[in-house]
Nanobody
Framework: QVQLVESGGGLVQAGGSLRLSCAAS????????IGWFRQAPGKERECVAA????????YSTDSLKGRFTISRDNAKNTVALQMNSLKPGDTAVYYC????????????WGQGTQVTVSS
């Protein structure tokens, strides 16, 4: 199993940018699919973006395309989520999670990092 730690959250004004980082430990990190999720108060958790082990396949939820970009560096065991043109509606706790490529369930989760966008 892989262990995950998120960082990079904080308070930013609307229109600003943040770059979240997910640091992973575990020898098989490169074989996992990594996803970024977020959960706002009173709302269900949603998948923001995901990336395959080789980085050649990415997914982003349609409403965030063009503003959020996911990338990974297997050599450094990190996955980043670049968030631009942030809106107050992006305020949430952001989590990274990992699943084996053959498993539809994300089995490993980080502790989350708070992102707050002020208007």
């Amino acid at each position: 199993q892989v262990q995950l730690v998120e960082s990079g959250g904080g308070l930013v004004q609307a229109g600003g940018s943040l770059r979240l980082s997910c640091a992973a430990s575990g020898r098989t990190f490169s074989s996992y699919i990594i996803g970024w999720f977020r959960q706002a108060p009173g709302k269900e958790r949603e998948c923001v973006a995901a990336i395959s082990w080789g980085g050649g396949s990415t997914y982003s939820t349609d409403s965030l395309k063009g503003r959020f970009t996911i990338s990974r560096d297997n050599a450094k065991n990190t996955v980043a989520l670049q968030m631009n043109s942030l809106k107050p509606g992006d305020t949430a706790v952001y989590y990274c999670a990992a699943r084996a490529s053959v498993d539809p369930t994300y089995a490993s989760w980080g502790q989350g990092t708070q992102v707050t966008v002020s208007s």
